[in-house]
């Protein structure tokens, strides 16, 4: 009878464990294919993510307005949240700009913040500077729209970093433009979720 009840005993997990083994192989599959699915729909959510292109720069009672201009590839609009310039101006490699860069997260080693910069969507208000007042239909974009940027200071000699940042994630791109309509393609282009 004990041998009766420990060779049951055995089967039955015996049979857990072959059980249990399907089970786990079955759960790593799944797990592989959901991972695989994440994969190939974050590569989608980049592509369709807006694009961003420096087209002119235009003088307007004596301002240099940078005209840029932004795509986007989905069927759904998306609003234009903010828009950042910074100006490529490299920090000194030292141990308090380490330090700065370890307790501030903003801090970047490469571009510093343009202050005093302006921004409105173009649409069809022309060239100069607008108010949200004047502007706000032309905040959400179906297919593409023009944003113009007035920088104080302007050196067509120097590296702007343009950041715009959307409902449907930032979008940034490194480059210089000319006063002559010579617009140089970007040097660094990136994109982030939001």
């Not at 072959?18 to 079955?26: A, D, I």
């Amino acid at each position: 009878m004990e041998l009766y009840l420990s060779v049951c005993a055995l089967v039955i997990s015996l049979a857990a464990y072959l059980n249990h083994r399907k089970t786990r192989k079955l759960a790593e599959n799944t797990y592989q294919i959901a991972l695989s699915t994440k994969h190939v729909t974050e590569i989608e959510y980049f592509k369709t993510m807006p694009s961003i292109e420096i087209v002119d720069v235009v003088s307007v009672d004596d301002l240099d307005r940078v005209i840029l201009h932004l795509s986007n590839m989905r069927t759904t609009p998306f609003k234009i949240n903010s828009v950042d310039v910074a100006r490529f101006s490299p920090k000194k490699r030292s141990i308090s700009n380490y330090i700065k860069a370890k307790l501030d997260s903003n801090f970047d080693w490469d571009f510093e913040k343009v202050i005093g910069y302006k921004w409105n969507p173009m649409g069809d208000l022309g060239y100069s500077e607008k108010y949200i007042s004047e502007a706000v239909e032309f905040l959400t974009v179906k297919e593409q729209e023009r944003i113009l940027v007035t920088i104080p200071d302007f050196s067509e000699y120097r590296t702007y970093r343009f950041t715009v940042n959307t409902s449907h994630g930032n979008v940034s791109l490194s480059g210089t433009a000319s006063k002559e309509g010579k617009v140089h393609f970007c040097n660094e282009f990136h994109q982030s979720f939001s």
